[in-house]
């Protein structure tokens, strides 16, 4: 969950490899105070996002790998598969790029609702910032991916 997550918001293998680190770390540095596991869910999900989002801004001030890199190697796909398998491999492929191509706020939040399948509600206690925030957020950035899916994807519409 914790490196899944990472990645997503990061774009980068590497980068998500680090902030993993980084979280679980620390997770260790905060030893038993934590409590329920379910606590300890909630709390490694806030410290990803949060160096996730440290790791952009970073990355922003020196630019480094570009996203498409890691999709291959994180997703293994190296096209010697069947014509299904290849489509498959380019569809992920490309919206993983336009995920990453969506501004922080709303990536950090359609990941958090899509992937981690969190309601809104846990998302804004997550991130800190009302409800109203990041359904906005959410919306934004679902709107943002389809009209760039439609220009972008023509080709696997049928």
Do not use: C
């Not at 990472?6 to 620390?26: H, I, M, N, S, W």
């Not at 540095?29 to 490694?44: I, M, P, T």
């Not at 020196?62 to 398998?85: I, K, L, T």
Request: net charge negative; hydrophobic share 45%.
């Amino acid at each position: 969950m914790v490196f899944s997550l990472a990645l997503r918001v990061t774009g980068e293998y590497g980068a998500a490899e680090e902030v993993a680190q980084d979280a679980f770390l620390e997770l260790y540095r905060a030893g038993d105070g934590l409590g329920s596991d379910e606590h300890v869910r909630f709390w490694l999900r806030r410290v990803t996002v949060h160096r996730a989002t440290d790791a952009l801004r970073r990355r922003t001030v020196r630019p480094e790998a570009a996203a498409e890199e890691f999709v291959e190697e994180a997703h293994g796909f190296d096209g010697a598969a069947g014509d299904g398998s290849a489509v498959n491999a380019a569809v992920v492929a490309r919206l993983e790029e336009l995920l990453q191509a969506l501004p922080e706020a709303l990536r950090v939040a359609v990941v958090l609702r899509y992937q981690e399948e969190m309601s809104p509600d846990e998302i804004a206690t997550l991130l800190g910032q009302p409800v109203a925030t990041v359904k906005s957020h959410l919306q934004r950035g679902l709107q943002l991916l389809r009209r760039k899916a439609a220009v972008t994807m023509k080709e696997y519409l049928r």
